[in-house]
């Protein structure tokens, strides 16, 4: 059963943040916010205690998710154990988890964008060092994919909570 979301990316500010804000929104729409925790972290800890970075925010912002309260921590042993899916935004971040996660952890270890109907990329390219095009990209990628998460996790609900439906 899924109770809990981890979103990893790189620094924690870009990518794994804008898919937390849109991951909770979902949830808050569906009234599933309460069932669900969702949080995002980083592989590196090039930002901790950040916010997320700013033209995220703003691509974020005009579609109507407030990321400014996030601020950017790194992955860390716990969390393997306290999340039942934790998903990659690319192929490197998922190398990294799998050589960090304990064995009997390894199976919540997922891509992102496998949960994107409509998509054919395995990875939620890194909008950081390109132009806004980039952030519009990576916000459309998130909600495909926020939306087939939500379908995993209501799957997973549906036998234990009404509310679920």
């Known amino acids: 059963m899924v109770r809990g979301v981890l979103l990893v990316c ?24 309460e069932l669900v925790r969702v949080e995002s972290a980083g592989t590196h800890g090039y930002h901790v205690g950040e916010a997320p970075d700013a033209r995220a925010q703003e691509h974020a912002r005009r579609r109507g998710y407030d990321l400014s309260g996030l601020r950017a921590r790194q992955i ?21 988890l799998q050589r960090l996660a ?27 060092y390109g132009g806004d095009a980039g952030f519009e990209q990576v916000l459309d990628m998130i909600e495909a994919g926020s939306r087939g998460v939500l379908a995993a996790v209501r799957a997973t609900l549906k036998a234990s909570s009404p509310r679920a439906r």
């Open 10 to 33: 790189t620094g924690n500010i870009c990518r794994s943040p804008t898919a937390e804000g849109v991951f909770r929104k979902i949830l808050r729409e569906s009234a599933l916010e």
């Open 76 to 96: 860390e042993q716990g969390d393997f154990e306290r999340f039942d899916l934790i998903l990659a935004m690319d192929r490197g971040h998922l190398g990294i």
């Open 102 to 128: 304990p064995p009997q952890y390894r199976h919540k270890l997922r891509l992102f964008m496998e949960f994107a109907e409509g998509w054919n990329l395995a990875e939620v390219p890194d909008p950081y």
